[in-house]
């Protein structure tokens, strides 16, 4: 069965940081798009940050450029979105998510993680 699963998230103080892993399960990433998009409550879900297949391009959500990173290890399949100086507004589910091109990055690529939930609160 071809699934993303996510691990990560929890609760964190502003200021703080976070790591969120997704590992492949059942295929490889070595030719996909890596994707992270969040969902606040009472929001739609948005694109958080996006890296290309060779890891040459990366793109943000302007609301976490500087702060966020993603990254991908070709060797596990796993991708990663570091979280660093993080606000409360950063508080949403985040879904990781895969789509089989050098480099697409919307709300409908083909494979998704089951979310977890970040919180950012003193």
């Known amino acids: 069965q071809l699934q993303l699963v996510q691990s990560g998230g929890g609760l964190v103080q502003p200021g703080g940081s976070l790591r969120l892993s997704c590992a492949a399960a059942g295929f490889t990433l070595n030719y996909h798009t890596l994707g992270w998009f969040r969902q606040a409550p009472g929001k739609e879900r948005e694109g958080v940050s996006c890296?290309?297949?060779?890891?040459?391009?990366?793109t943000y959500a302007d609301s976490v450029k500087g702060r966020f990173t993603i990254s991908r290890d070709k060797a596990t399949h796993t991708f990663y979105l570091q979280m660093d100086r993080m606000k409360p507004e950063d508080t949403a589910v985040y879904y990781c998510?895969?789509?089989?091109?050098?480099?697409?990055?919307?709300?409908?690529?083909?494979?998704w993680g089951k979310g977890t939930l970040v919180t950012v609160s003193s």
């Open positions: 890296i290309s297949s060779s890891g040459g391009t990366t």
């Open positions: 998510a895969t789509t089989a091109s050098s480099y697409y990055c919307d709300d409908d690529m083909d494979y």
